[in-house]
């Protein structure tokens, strides 16, 4: 069963699939052509060590032996001619070459059996001449002297066959020098292919070089431009634009990425224009609110005036006139008419402090001539005296030290410390000397102001009940008043920019604390104040 093979389309691969099939394509191919350069390069140096130490030696070798023969014959006709015996030394010296060189170039031979051949014969011939020439012509010319050997040179044929073993020579010469160029041509031939394989090896360097520039162009150069294009049209404003581009797998995956990334930034942008519309509307139904707090503030403030002219001149007609019946018939009446004048007489008294605490109440913020520098020192000084507390509690009733100066209304903080401390003076142990300690501590951007007691003191529980208007934890009977003083103080700390809080850890008396922002550049000269905290009051 023959099983089938999937092959998986190229347009799939990724740039790094790709980079490696063409970098190991061009790997195996600069890998066969480097075998096959090595190989050939040894072969041509086979070849070129043929030509230099072979061939080149026997060529030399042939010319040396030609004239090894002709010193042998130079020798022997000269020692024919003079019968000395040195003449005979070219012919000795020839003989001894000869030798050596057959002995020399034989080994080079083994594997030329045509040309060593030729050497056996051109030898066989040399032989040949020297027995019948040259060695009777010796001997001769030796025994009988000059003349006799000259008559037998004439009678040998001693030039041809000198000429003839000369012939042999050339002819092995002629051989040689065949050879010779046969491997020269062989060393031309063999480099010449390693010139093609170097140029090959280059030419796959180059394809390889241009095959990535235009597949890096194709996959990665022209789709990253072409995403840059996109994205800088969606930087410009074209949320809803698409961004898809065809390229390598890794760039489509970070074009669909980018285009996860778009889908995101536009889905947040409809929310954002759908916040932004929403907060729009919430604005506009802000601005009529306002504009209706507005016109119910100008109601307020007109509702202030005629509260405090026309509702008080009733108030007190009638507590002058219950007063008046107070002052003249009281003793005439019986006991239940003066305990119910009495009455009369201290319900409008009262409904007149409560109207004229309202009346301050809703005052708080609205007159204002801008926050100045305030030194709380002084503004002590004055509430002190306000409240004679010299007289009526000593002088050790009150202490205060290092308050700072701070930003705001001298007479709404004057009317604050004269609520706090009016409270701790109303709410005394009746047991002990009353003692009020104002101090200032700064935290952060806030300075702290705490106004502490040895009274009655303040449950935990009532901390943030005290502040609410018209909120009492005693009976009027017990202790007068109506319910106004701390709600009075908080709005001012409020308008003033701070917080007012109870210190509900303490266990004996009460302390009560605010906070006010520090004011830059306390100078009195370069105050820097904070914009007053205005509030619409329905």
Not at 246 to 254: I, N
Not at 403 to 415: C, F, M, N, Q
Request: some cysteine; proline content about 3%; charged content about 25%.
């Amino acid at each position: 069963m023959i099983k089938s093979v999937k092959w998986s389309h190229p347009r799939g691969w990724s740039l790094r699939a790709r980079v490696t099939a063409l970098t190991g394509t061009a790997a195996v191919l600069l890998a066969l052509l480097a075998l096959a350069a090595t190989a050939l390069a040894a072969v041509n140096r086979e070849q070129l060590d043929a030509v230099l130490n072979k061939t080149g030696v026997l060529r030399l070798s042939s010319e040396r032996l030609n004239i090894s023969l002709v010193d042998q014959e130079t020798g022997m006709r000269g020692y024919a001619l003079s019968g000395d015996t040195a003449d005979l030394a070219p012919y000795r010296s020839g003989r001894e070459e000869e030798e050596a060189l057959y002995a020399s170039m034989i080994p080079l031979l083994a594997d030329e059996p045509a040309v060593r051949g030729q050497l056996e014969r051109a030898r066989l011939t040399a032989a040949t001449w020297r027995t019948q020439v040259a060695e009777p012509v010796i001997t001769k010319a030796r025994d009988a002297g000059p003349d006799a050997a000259q008559e037998l040179l004439g009678q040998v044929s001693g030039k041809e066959r000198f000429d003839q073993a000369r012939a042999e020579v050339a002819r092995l010469q002629e051989q040689i020098v065949t050879l010779r160029n046969a491997a020269v041509a062989d060393v031309q031939s063999s480099s010449e292919r390693l010139v093609v394989l170097l140029i090959a090896a280059g030419a796959v360097v180059v394809v390889l070089g241009v095959g990535l520039v235009i597949m890096i162009n194709r996959m990665v150069t022209v789709p990253v431009t072409a995403l840059a294009a996109q994205v800088r049209n969606v930087a410009r404003g074209a949320y809803d634009t698409k961004i898809s581009i065809d390229g390598a797998p890794e760039l489509e995956a970070l074009a669909r990425d980018v285009e996860t990334m778009r889908r995101q930034i536009a889905s947040d942008l409809r929310e954002v224009r759908e916040a932004r519309q929403a907060v729009e509307l919430v604005n506009q139904q802000l601005q009529a609110q306002a504009a209706e707090l507005t016109r119910s503030n100008r109601d307020l403030e007109q509702f202030a005036y005629v509260a405090s002219h026309d509702l008080q001149e009733p108030l007190r007609k009638v507590a002058s006139f219950c007063q008046l019946l107070q002052r003249r018939y009281a003793g005439q009446l019986d006991e239940r008419a003066d305990q119910y004048i009495l009455f009369a007489v201290d319900g409008a008294q009262r409904m007149q402090r409560l109207i004229n605490d309202l009346l301050a109440f809703s005052r708080i913020g609205r007159n204002t001539s801008g926050f100045e520098p305030v030194s709380l020192d002084a503004v002590m000084t004055e509430v002190a005296a306000q409240l004679n507390v010299e007289d009526r509690y000593g002088a050790d009733a009150i202490t205060w030290s290092g308050l700072p100066t701070v930003a705001g209304e001298e007479a709404l903080l004057g009317t604050l410390l004269v609520n706090l401390i009016g409270n701790s003076l109303k709410f005394r142990n009746p047991d002990v000397p009353p003692r009020v300690e104002v101090s200032a501590r700064r935290d952060g951007d806030a300075w702290e102001i705490t106004v502490a007691d040895n009274g009655i003191g303040i449950e935990a529980e009532f901390a943030e009940k005290i502040f609410i208007i018209f909120q009492r934890l005693h009976a009027k009977d017990a202790y007068p008043g109506t319910g106004m003083g701390l709600a009075i103080a908080k709005k001012i700390v409020e308008y003033h920019g701070g917080r007012i809080w109870v210190d509900a850890t303490r266990t004996e008396g009460a302390a009560i604390l605010f906070s006010l922002p520090v004011a830059e550049n306390t100078g009195a000269e370069s105050l820097t104040v904070p914009t007053p905290h205005k509030e619409l009051t329905a």
